[in-house]
């Protein structure tokens, strides 16, 4: 990670991750928005694998949702279903045409 403040931001973000203010998928929001306007960070080629070590990080039990599917049948009211906050941005490709 060559950009100073994509760090510090991390850094303080994943501190509110982590006292549970903010949701992982919203932080990964703002790594993704920050890196599009930064043009160190579009810069830095290795970036992209950093990131997805953050997001691995942070959101460790996304793998395994899909292997909870059946459990989550049974237990329709411990676990929420929809978590908006998680999805990537889909337009991210889209923006990269232009
Ligand atoms: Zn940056």
Redesign the pocket.
């Known amino acids: 990670m060559q ?1 100073k ?2 760090f510090r931001l991390v850094k303080e973000w994943h501190t509110h991750v982590k006292q549970e203010t903010m949701a992982p998928g919203r932080m990964m929001q703002f790594v993704d928005s ?2 599009k306007e ?4 579009r810069e ?1 080629s290795l970036l992209p694998r950093e990131i997805e070590q953050i997001r691995e990080h942070v959101m460790p039990d996304l793998k395994s949702k899909g292997s909870r599917a059946n459990e989550d049948l049974f237990t329709p009211d411990i676990f929420p279903a929809d978590e908006p906050d998680n999805d990537p941005p889909e337009d991210a490709a889209a923006d990269g045409l232009f």
């Open positions: 950009c403040q994509l920050h890196v930064c043009p160190v960070c830095d």
